[in-house]
Protein backbone atom coordinates (compact mmCIF):
# COMPACT_ATOMS: atom_id res chain seq x y z
CA UNK A 1 0.00 0.00 0.00
CA UNK A 2 1.46 3.61 -1.02
CA UNK A 3 2.38 5.39 1.56
CA UNK A 4 2.25 9.59 1.84
CA UNK A 5 5.45 11.12 2.29
CA UNK A 6 5.84 14.16 4.59
CA UNK A 7 8.67 16.24 5.67
CA UNK A 8 9.40 18.15 8.82
CA UNK A 9 12.21 20.40 10.08
CA UNK A 10 14.91 17.96 11.61
CA UNK A 11 15.50 20.45 14.67
CA UNK A 12 14.78 23.94 15.09
CA UNK A 13 11.65 26.18 15.44
CA UNK A 14 9.01 24.01 14.14
CA UNK A 15 10.07 20.82 14.95
CA UNK A 16 7.77 20.03 18.46
CA UNK A 17 4.86 21.97 17.22
CA UNK A 18 4.90 20.09 14.11
CA UNK A 19 5.39 16.80 15.99
CA UNK A 20 2.93 17.63 18.66
CA UNK A 21 -0.18 18.28 15.27
CA UNK A 22 1.06 14.83 14.05
CA UNK A 23 0.37 13.49 17.11
CA UNK A 24 -2.84 15.24 18.18
CA UNK A 25 -4.14 13.84 15.06
CA UNK A 26 -3.81 10.43 15.60
CA UNK A 27 -0.74 9.73 14.04
CA UNK A 28 2.12 7.68 16.34
CA UNK A 29 5.31 7.87 14.55
CA UNK A 30 7.30 4.72 15.55
CA UNK A 31 11.11 5.89 15.33
CA UNK A 32 13.20 9.26 16.55
CA UNK A 33 14.23 12.28 14.37
CA UNK A 34 17.66 10.34 14.55
CA UNK A 35 16.60 8.05 11.61
CA UNK A 36 15.90 10.73 9.51
CA UNK A 37 13.28 8.47 8.13
CA UNK A 38 10.00 7.18 10.26
CA UNK A 39 6.67 5.50 9.95
CA UNK A 40 3.66 5.77 11.14
CA UNK A 41 2.29 2.94 12.74
CA UNK A 42 -1.35 3.66 12.18
CA UNK A 43 -1.25 5.81 9.01
CA UNK A 44 -0.09 5.09 5.91
CA UNK A 45 2.58 7.53 6.67
CA UNK A 46 6.58 8.14 6.03
CA UNK A 47 7.91 11.29 7.71
CA UNK A 48 11.10 12.87 6.51
CA UNK A 49 13.39 14.55 9.14
CA UNK A 50 15.05 17.75 6.80
CA UNK A 51 16.00 21.17 6.83
CA UNK A 52 13.44 23.93 6.62
CA UNK A 53 15.80 25.28 3.96
CA UNK A 54 16.04 22.27 2.13
CA UNK A 55 12.16 21.26 1.76
CA UNK A 56 11.27 23.11 -1.29
CA UNK A 57 13.08 21.50 -3.37
CA UNK A 58 12.45 17.93 -2.08
CA UNK A 59 8.73 19.40 -2.83
CA UNK A 60 9.34 20.87 -6.13
CA UNK A 61 11.54 17.27 -7.53
CA UNK A 62 8.60 14.99 -5.78
CA UNK A 63 11.07 13.17 -3.21
CA UNK A 64 8.31 14.07 -0.72
CA UNK A 65 4.56 14.51 -1.05
CA UNK A 66 3.99 17.30 1.21
CA UNK A 67 5.73 19.22 4.24
CA UNK A 68 4.98 21.20 7.09
CA UNK A 69 7.36 24.00 6.51
CA UNK A 70 7.71 27.90 7.25
CA UNK A 71 5.55 29.77 4.78
CA UNK A 72 8.64 32.54 4.41
CA UNK A 73 10.64 29.73 3.00
CA UNK A 74 7.97 28.96 0.89
CA UNK A 75 7.97 32.40 -0.52
CA UNK A 76 12.16 32.64 -0.94
CA UNK A 77 11.94 29.90 -2.85
CA UNK A 78 8.74 27.48 -3.18
CA UNK A 79 7.46 28.66 -6.27
CA UNK A 80 4.95 26.27 -7.57
CA UNK A 81 4.40 25.35 -4.53
CA UNK A 82 0.96 25.23 -2.59
CA UNK A 83 -0.04 25.73 0.36
CA UNK A 84 -2.95 23.62 1.29
CA UNK A 85 -3.38 24.66 5.03
CA UNK A 86 -2.45 27.17 7.22
CA UNK A 87 -1.41 25.62 10.65
CA UNK A 88 -1.36 28.44 13.34
CA UNK A 89 1.95 27.82 14.98
CA UNK A 90 5.58 29.48 14.04
CA UNK A 91 4.04 33.27 13.33
CA UNK A 92 6.38 35.60 12.43
CA UNK A 93 7.28 38.41 9.52
CA UNK A 94 10.16 38.82 7.17
CA UNK A 95 11.07 42.54 7.82
CA UNK A 96 13.43 45.35 6.98
CA UNK A 97 15.49 46.73 9.87
CA UNK A 98 18.35 49.91 10.27
CA UNK A 99 20.14 50.87 13.45
CA UNK A 100 18.06 52.92 15.78
CA UNK A 101 19.39 56.03 15.00
CA UNK A 102 19.18 55.83 10.89
CA UNK A 103 17.01 58.15 9.53
CA UNK A 104 14.41 56.25 7.39
CA UNK A 105 11.33 57.96 6.04
CA UNK A 106 10.86 55.06 3.61
CA UNK A 107 11.81 52.80 1.31
CA UNK A 108 13.85 54.73 -1.41
CA UNK A 109 16.11 55.56 1.65
CA UNK A 110 17.84 51.77 0.90
CA UNK A 111 19.02 52.98 -2.61
CA UNK A 112 22.36 52.35 -3.19
CA UNK A 113 23.06 50.60 0.59
CA UNK A 114 23.82 47.33 1.60
CA UNK A 115 21.42 45.08 2.91
CA UNK A 116 22.01 41.81 4.56
CA UNK A 117 19.94 39.07 4.57
CA UNK A 118 19.30 35.01 4.39
CA UNK A 119 16.24 35.63 2.16
CA UNK A 120 17.46 37.17 -1.42
CA UNK A 121 14.58 36.70 -3.53
CA UNK A 122 12.07 38.24 -1.00
CA UNK A 123 14.03 41.34 -0.45
CA UNK A 124 14.95 41.66 -4.69
CA UNK A 125 11.09 41.42 -5.30
CA UNK A 126 10.52 43.73 -2.61
CA UNK A 127 13.38 46.24 -4.35
CA UNK A 128 11.50 45.90 -7.67
CA UNK A 129 8.23 46.63 -6.95
CA UNK A 130 9.38 49.62 -4.99
CA UNK A 131 12.45 50.38 -8.01
CA UNK A 132 14.93 50.52 -5.74
CA UNK A 133 18.20 49.48 -6.32
CA UNK A 134 20.60 47.84 -3.38
CA UNK A 135 23.44 46.08 -2.89
CA UNK A 136 22.55 42.50 -1.05
CA UNK A 137 24.78 40.77 1.14
CA UNK A 138 23.96 37.35 1.39
CA UNK A 139 24.27 35.18 4.70
CA UNK A 140 23.15 32.11 6.74
CA UNK A 141 22.36 33.77 10.39
CA UNK A 142 23.34 35.85 12.60
CA UNK A 143 21.79 38.36 10.36
CA UNK A 144 21.24 40.94 12.98
CA UNK A 145 24.57 41.29 13.53
CA UNK A 146 25.31 42.97 9.89
CA UNK A 147 25.22 46.36 10.82
CA UNK A 148 27.12 46.55 14.40
CA UNK A 149 30.38 45.40 11.86
CA UNK A 150 29.79 47.32 9.14
CA UNK A 151 29.18 44.85 6.79
CA UNK A 152 25.44 45.93 5.91
CA UNK A 153 23.16 49.80 6.18
CA UNK A 154 19.86 47.41 6.61
CA UNK A 155 18.90 43.90 7.26
CA UNK A 156 15.70 42.10 6.44
CA UNK A 157 15.46 39.10 8.50
CA UNK A 158 12.51 36.94 10.78
CA UNK A 159 10.99 39.00 13.76
CA UNK A 160 8.61 37.47 16.42
CA UNK A 161 8.90 39.51 19.63
CA UNK A 162 11.59 41.87 18.06
CA UNK A 163 14.17 40.88 20.62
CA UNK A 164 16.73 40.32 18.50
CA UNK A 165 16.45 43.16 16.81
CA UNK A 166 16.30 45.22 20.27
CA UNK A 167 19.41 43.46 21.82
CA UNK A 168 21.24 44.61 18.65
CA UNK A 169 20.27 48.63 18.40
CA UNK A 170 18.23 47.91 14.97
CA UNK A 171 14.31 49.13 14.42
CA UNK A 172 11.74 47.22 12.26
CA UNK A 173 10.42 49.59 9.51
CA UNK A 174 9.03 47.68 6.99
CA UNK A 175 6.91 44.18 7.05
CA UNK A 176 7.52 42.19 3.66
CA UNK A 177 5.55 39.31 4.34
CA UNK A 178 3.69 37.21 7.54
CA UNK A 179 4.25 34.01 7.96
CA UNK A 180 3.34 31.11 9.76
CA UNK A 181 3.61 27.14 9.77
CA UNK A 182 2.01 25.61 6.91
CA UNK A 183 1.18 22.28 5.10
CA UNK A 184 2.41 22.26 2.16
CA UNK A 185 1.86 19.71 -1.19
CA UNK A 186 4.20 18.52 -4.35
CA UNK A 187 2.91 19.22 -8.02
CA UNK A 188 4.06 15.65 -8.31
CA UNK A 189 1.89 14.24 -5.90
CA UNK A 190 0.12 10.93 -7.22
CA UNK A 191 -3.45 10.58 -7.02
CA UNK A 192 -3.14 8.11 -4.48
CA UNK A 193 -1.48 10.03 -2.36
CA UNK A 194 -3.51 12.92 -3.03
CA UNK A 195 -5.87 10.66 -0.76
CA UNK A 196 -3.99 10.36 1.79
CA UNK A 197 -3.78 14.13 2.13
CA UNK A 198 -7.07 14.82 1.61
CA UNK A 199 -7.30 12.19 5.24
CA UNK A 200 -4.42 14.31 6.60
CA UNK A 201 -5.91 17.71 5.90
CA UNK A 202 -9.54 16.48 7.17
CA UNK A 203 -7.98 15.39 10.41
CA UNK A 204 -5.64 18.15 11.11
CA UNK A 205 -8.81 20.87 10.30
CA UNK A 206 -10.53 19.40 12.84
CA UNK A 207 -7.84 19.71 15.35
CA UNK A 208 -6.80 23.21 14.30
CA UNK A 209 -11.02 23.96 14.48
CA UNK A 210 -10.97 22.29 18.37
CA UNK A 211 -7.61 24.45 19.23
CA UNK A 212 -9.71 27.57 18.00
CA UNK A 213 -12.49 26.47 20.41
CA UNK A 214 -13.47 25.89 24.00
CA UNK A 215 -16.51 23.80 25.11
CA UNK A 216 -18.38 25.90 27.94
CA UNK A 217 -20.61 24.36 30.75
CA UNK A 218 -22.67 26.96 32.93
CA UNK A 219 -25.37 26.77 35.33
CA UNK A 220 -28.21 29.59 35.32
CA UNK A 221 -31.69 30.26 36.60
CA UNK A 222 -34.57 29.75 33.92
CA UNK A 223 -35.40 33.56 33.76
CA UNK A 224 -31.96 34.77 33.17
CA UNK A 225 -31.13 31.65 30.15
CA UNK A 226 -32.31 34.21 27.13
CA UNK A 227 -30.03 36.78 28.14
CA UNK A 228 -27.24 34.61 28.59
CA UNK A 229 -27.33 33.34 25.07
CA UNK A 230 -27.33 36.79 23.86
CA UNK A 231 -24.50 37.63 25.78
CA UNK A 232 -22.40 34.60 24.50
CA UNK A 233 -20.67 35.73 21.58
CA UNK A 234 -21.17 33.36 18.23
CA UNK A 235 -22.97 30.92 20.40
CA UNK A 236 -25.01 28.36 17.55
CA UNK A 237 -28.12 26.62 19.29
CA UNK A 238 -26.69 25.74 22.63
CA UNK A 239 -28.02 22.84 24.61
CA UNK A 240 -29.97 23.62 27.57
CA UNK A 241 -30.82 20.70 29.74
CA UNK A 242 -32.61 20.71 33.61
CA UNK A 243 -30.65 20.28 36.63
CA UNK A 244 -31.87 18.88 39.64
CA UNK A 245 -32.28 21.98 41.49
CA UNK A 246 -35.80 23.72 40.63
CA UNK A 247 -35.92 26.29 38.09
CA UNK A 248 -31.96 26.09 36.95
CA UNK A 249 -30.66 24.84 33.88
CA UNK A 250 -27.04 24.25 32.43
CA UNK A 251 -26.61 25.80 29.35
CA UNK A 252 -23.44 23.98 26.76
CA UNK A 253 -21.83 25.75 24.17
CA UNK A 254 -19.09 25.54 22.23
CA UNK A 255 -17.43 29.30 21.13
CA UNK A 256 -14.40 30.99 20.20
CA UNK A 257 -11.60 30.88 22.82
CA UNK A 258 -10.76 34.27 22.06
CA UNK A 259 -14.46 36.00 22.68
CA UNK A 260 -14.83 34.22 25.93
CA UNK A 261 -12.72 35.92 28.28
CA UNK A 262 -14.48 39.29 26.88
CA UNK A 263 -17.79 38.62 28.31
CA UNK A 264 -17.34 36.40 31.23
CA UNK A 265 -18.09 39.56 33.70
CA UNK A 266 -21.24 40.03 31.65
CA UNK A 267 -21.91 36.36 31.90
CA UNK A 268 -21.70 36.03 36.30
CA UNK A 269 -23.44 39.90 36.59
CA UNK A 270 -26.26 38.11 34.76
CA UNK A 271 -26.83 35.13 37.02
CA UNK A 272 -24.33 32.79 35.60
CA UNK A 273 -22.44 29.89 38.18
CA UNK A 274 -20.39 27.34 37.86
CA UNK A 275 -18.47 28.15 34.73
CA UNK A 276 -16.69 25.63 32.94
CA UNK A 277 -14.42 26.31 29.98
CA UNK A 278 -12.39 22.97 28.62
CA UNK A 279 -10.67 22.54 25.90
CA UNK A 280 -11.66 20.56 22.66
CA UNK A 281 -9.60 18.12 20.93
CA UNK A 282 -11.43 17.54 18.40
CA UNK A 283 -14.15 19.19 16.07
CA UNK A 284 -14.92 17.29 12.94
CA UNK A 285 -17.89 19.01 10.69
N1 LIG B 1 11.74 33.75 16.22
C1 LIG B 1 10.83 33.07 15.56
N2 LIG B 1 9.56 33.04 15.99
C2 LIG B 1 8.61 32.34 15.33
N3 LIG B 1 8.86 31.65 14.20
C3 LIG B 1 10.10 31.64 13.74
C4 LIG B 1 11.15 32.34 14.38
N4 LIG B 1 12.29 32.14 13.70
C5 LIG B 1 11.95 31.35 12.68
N5 LIG B 1 10.65 31.05 12.67
C6 LIG B 1 9.89 30.21 11.72
O1 LIG B 1 10.35 28.89 11.88
C7 LIG B 1 11.01 28.45 10.69
C8 LIG B 1 12.22 27.64 11.08
O2 LIG B 1 13.16 28.46 11.71
P1 LIG B 1 14.54 27.88 12.27
O3 LIG B 1 15.31 29.02 12.74
O4 LIG B 1 14.26 26.76 13.21
O5 LIG B 1 15.16 27.18 11.02
P2 LIG B 1 15.99 27.74 9.81
O6 LIG B 1 17.32 28.11 10.31
O7 LIG B 1 15.19 28.80 9.10
O8 LIG B 1 15.97 26.47 8.84
P3 LIG B 1 16.82 25.11 8.73
O9 LIG B 1 15.93 23.99 9.23
O10 LIG B 1 17.03 25.05 7.26
O11 LIG B 1 18.05 25.26 9.57
C9 LIG B 1 11.31 29.72 9.91
O12 LIG B 1 11.35 29.48 8.53
C10 LIG B 1 10.16 30.60 10.28
O13 LIG B 1 9.03 30.28 9.51
O1 LIG C 1 12.06 38.62 17.11
P1 LIG C 1 12.66 37.49 17.87
O2 LIG C 1 11.65 36.83 18.78
O3 LIG C 1 13.91 37.86 18.60
O4 LIG C 1 13.01 36.33 16.83
C1 LIG C 1 13.77 36.61 15.68
C2 LIG C 1 14.98 35.77 15.60
O5 LIG C 1 14.62 34.39 15.60
C3 LIG C 1 15.27 33.74 14.51
O6 LIG C 1 16.52 33.28 14.87
P2 LIG C 1 16.77 31.90 15.65
O7 LIG C 1 16.67 32.14 17.11
O8 LIG C 1 15.87 30.85 15.10
O9 LIG C 1 18.28 31.59 15.34
P3 LIG C 1 18.95 31.14 13.96
O10 LIG C 1 19.40 32.42 13.32
O11 LIG C 1 20.06 30.27 14.39
O12 LIG C 1 17.94 30.42 13.14
C4 LIG C 1 15.42 34.83 13.47
O13 LIG C 1 16.43 34.54 12.54
C5 LIG C 1 15.70 36.06 14.30
O14 LIG C 1 17.07 36.21 14.52
MG1 LIG D 1 16.20 30.57 12.91
Request: aromatic share 6%; hydrophobic share 40%.
Amino acid sequence: MSKLKIAVQKSGRLYDDSMKILKDVGISIDNGKDQLKASAKNFPLEVFYLRNGDIPQYLKDGVVDAAIIGENVLIEKGDKISVVEKLGFSSCKVSIAVPKAAKYSGVADLEGKRIATSYPNTVIQFLEKNNVKAHLHIINGSVEIAPNIGLADAIVDIVSSGSTLYKNGLKEVEILLKSEAVLAVSPLISPENQQILNKLQFRLQSVLRGRQSKYVLLNAPNDKLETIVNILPGMNSPTILPLAKEGWSSLHSVINKNEFWEVIDELKKNGAEGILVCPIENMVL
